[in-house]
């Protein structure tokens, strides 16, 4: 899934902890193989290569992370859309790609393939279809918040609920860590890799940060990343990073990423209209909006950089 997986567990038996461990990366690499776009076989490449053309028998989970992607989709008024990745072969942030920027009359060109709602979910026949020829899904802004919450299940039909899992943006804290709760941190997205703006404990939730810092180049003094807008088939503007707690990772993962994509004013009141969902923006001027949920719970270490 592109990211480095953590895991650490309050134990009174260290074998217990591996046991469990194994068989939480046995279930990332099963889900990586069924979910991942650079996988042939996986069930999403086998929807993107039957696009137009016919429906496709797909695992349980497959669906279950679609349906969700669908709900985010609603709830963002379209900002998240896992049929963006038509658009995925245009735009190339990793350093050791050629990060040119695509021509806007490419990228029109394939907008009108980005629509969630044109996804077709047969729940009875377990198939997925996609009605244009053009259109590509990609379970980047989900699929591992999926499986870090299957992760949260196997740890704890294992016995064990203190735990800590941490996969890439993605993190889950059951329980406490011994004595003590577990604490949370966000990055300062302007400032070096591990300085951290803000805290707070965590204890049987979820945290996910979808941030602009990661996958990125800049031109011509502007910030070309990863999170782009279905609207424009742009990098989303308005945001430097969007942290979401919530009870479910795949939830926390997909609204990180809408979020992101709607912007701080409409992000914020979505966050704040949900149950059991809260937040923290930091917008590209620099401001750090926190959801009321969390005023009383986040603590400010330093303002984040300002920087471009």
């Known amino acids: ?84 990745g038509t658009l995925a072969g245009l735009w190339k942030f990793d350093h050791d790609q050629d990060n040119q920027i695509p ?30 020829a053009g259109m590509r899904l990609h379970l980047g802004g989900i699929g591992k918040g999926y499986a870090v919450d299957r992760a949260a299940a196997i740890l704890r039909a294992e016995g064990i609920d203190d735990f800590l899992i941490q996969g890439g943006g993605d993190l889950y804290a059951g329980g406490a860590r011994s004595d003590r709760p577990w604490r949370a941190a966000i990055r300062d997205p302007r400032g070096p890799a591990d300085r951290l703006f803000a805290a707070m404990n965590v204890r049987d939730e979820t945290l996910s940060t979808s941030g602009d810092y990661e996958r990125y180049f800049i031109r011509d003094g502007r910030r070309y990343h990863h999170i782009l807008d279905p609207d424009s088939g742009e990098p989303a503007r308005g945001c430097r990073s969007v942290t979401i707690v919530a009870r479910q990772a795949t939830l926390a993962d997909a609204l990180s990423t809408g979020v992101f994509a709607l912007g701080p004013q409409a992000g914020m009141a979505l966050i704040e209209k949900l149950p059991d969902v809260e937040g923290v923006i930091v917008t590209d001027r620099n401001t750090v909006m926190v959801s009321s949920g969390l005023t009383e719970r986040l603590e400010r270490l330093h303002s984040p950089t300002d920087a471009p």
């Open 103 to 132: 021509r806007p009359a490419d990228v029109r060109a394939r907008l009108p393939d980005v629509d969630y709602q044109a996804v077709e979910l047969n729940p009875d026949r377990r198939t997925v279809f996609l009605p244009r």
């Open 1 to 84: 899934m592109g990211s480095e997986v953590r895991l650490t567990a309050s134990v009174a038996h260290e074998a217990d902890a591996i046991r469990a461990f194994e068989k939480v990366f046995d279930e990332f690499d099963r889900l990586d193989r069924m979910l991942s776009v650079w996988h042939a076989g996986s069930d999403v490449s086998r929807i993107n290569a039957a696009a137009g053309r016919s429906p496709v028998n797909v695992t349980a989970e497959t669906l279950e992370v679609l349906r969700t992607a669908k709900q985010v989709g609603e709830w963002t008024g379209g900002k998240f859309d896992v049929t963006f």
